[in-house]
């Protein structure tokens, strides 16, 4: 059992957000980069797949050098291999690209993803790649089982849960709920220092052009200052509450 | 033409379909397109079709059959495929569920078409499609442009205003696909329902929501019976859902759901940054907390200083007077 998981460097959930000068980007300056929560998930079922199957588990992220951080934590988690792949990719469908001619290379029996990057938030990419290699795809996974070349998973979607059959190779996108990630261990650190983090480069004609350009980044509008109720008792309180969300703001 | 691909479940079409018609319709004024086709896929498509308004759709395709008879994201996207084909379509507009998300990325991957993922508007730009969409859960707003000829977007619940229902029908036609089943190798075998009646979180016009001010799980059912006298959904925060009182599918923030429903009301939630990018976009924000400090202060339109466990009884009491 080969997998691939892919990885993205992002910022930390925590972030206030600045707007770069550009207007196009975030100020990237004092901002706390992390793996994308969901990759987490992705990360820690390939190494429990690997437990249970054997195999290696492969990380791989597009980026530039200090994308190679993201790879770092991935092999301190556990995994055998990083690869960083170099390409002019700038939106989801030349990153999707890039990342398809490389597995189609490493040739994997499963790909793993984060159901999205808390950054753009698009949440396609696995969904891209499996399409560019004409494989089968789960998305938003809570639980996954492999057997003899096929699987079952279920996904979350509204109000329930889909319980998918499918056939390898395929592309999983993690949901938190997978499981629970482990921590990096000291000697897991240690070691991960140490691998070597092979470079792929993909050339421009495999990347193809953009299908997306950013044309402006703002901060939302400011809401402002509402209707604040305190030293009341609970019971005036609610009354009030209730009384201006019926008449004023016509809601209930 | 735009293609808008609704859903729908057990004959009838869902509360985002009709939205989604809106949106199609924002589409087609952008690329003056020429009109909207509504694509239905799967059991019961002919029979939501007939609740398609004359005034939404020229056309309603329907793709029936053993093929489609369960969500299986290769065959659907052949349909997809096949009915933008049929319609000559320059725009394909999704709805930003679990269906459309899973769905769109394969329809753009095959058209080499950008994907809009989850806008709240869309525009013309330079004689293509562009679109609004908030990014780090909400943190910022992006205007993103779909290079090429054709583009494809998934808009998100509660964005788009639905149109009116009702009316002459549109014209349906049957839409058929060519489906080979060695080409779909990933296919849902059931459907596990599982909101115990109350609405789902991402599509609700009101949710009531829980963090650690409730100060154990067992008081979260005074959330559920605020929520129940509102006829809302129950979301809950990172905090409580790491901790075990709630399942995570009820979790708004940036590592959940980013919800915006006309009627948010945060109880016993302090307004952690990552909690407060998936519900800012809420149209009104009501916050209950002890702390008169909590930044979630600084976002609620109305908001009680105040111990939640006290205040929400009294809630849902006065909410049951005045619903009768």
Known sequence: ?252 | MILAVLEAEGGALKKISFELLTAAARADEALSSGGVTALLIGPGAAAAASSVPAATAREVLCAEGVAFEHYAPQAYAQAVLAASEAASAKAIVFGATSYGRDLAPRVAAALSAGLLMDVTDLFAHEGGLAARRPVYAGKAIAQEHALGERAVAAVRPNAFAARSQGGAAAPARALAVEVEAQNVRAKVREVRRETGGRPELSEAEVIVSGGRGLKEPANFVLVEQLADALGAAVGATRAVVDAGWRPHHEQVGQTGKTVSPGLYVAVGISGAVQHIAGMSSSRTIVAINRDGEAPIFKLADYGIVGDALEVLPELTREVGRLKG
Request: aromatic share 2%.
């Open chain 1, 1 to 252: 059992m080969n997998i691939v998981v892919l990885v993205k460097q992002v910022p930390d959930t925590a972030t206030r957000i600045k707007i770069a000068s550009g207007g196009t980007e975030i100020e990237r300056q004092g901002v706390n980069f992390v793996v994308n929560p969901y990759d987490e998930f992705a990360i820690e079922e390939a190494l429990r797949l690997r437990e249970q199957h054997q195999g290696q588990v492969t990380v791989l992220t597009v980026g530039d050098e200090k994308s190679e951080e993201a790879l770092r934590t991935a092999l301190a988690m556990g995994a055998d291999e990083a690869v960083r792949v170099s390409a002019a990719a700038t939106d989801s469908m030349t990153t999707a690209r890039a990342i398809a001619s490389v597995v189609h290379g490493l040739a994997p029996d499963l790909v793993i993803a984060g159901k999205q990057a808390v950054d753009d938030d698009e949440g396609q990419v696995g969904s891209l790649v499996a399409a560019l290699l004409d494989w089968p795809q789960v998305t938003v996974v809570t639980k996954l089982e492999l057997k003899d070349g096929t699987g079952v998973a279920e996904r979350e979607v509204e109000g329930g849960v889909e319980i998918v059959d499918f056939s390898l190779p395929a592309v999983i996108t993690a949901q938190k709920g997978l499981n629970e990630p482990r921590y990096a261990s000291l000697p897991g650190i240690m070691k991960a220092k140490r691998k070597e983090i092979r470079q792929v480069s993909v050339d421009a004609k495999t990347v193809g052009e953009p299908t997306l350009r950013t044309l402006s980044l703002q901060l939302p509008p400011e809401r402002s200052a509402g209707k604040i109720l305190s030293g009341m008792d609970a019971s005036s309180a609610a009354k009030e509450l209730v009384r201006l969300l019926h008449e004023e703001a016509k809601l209930i």
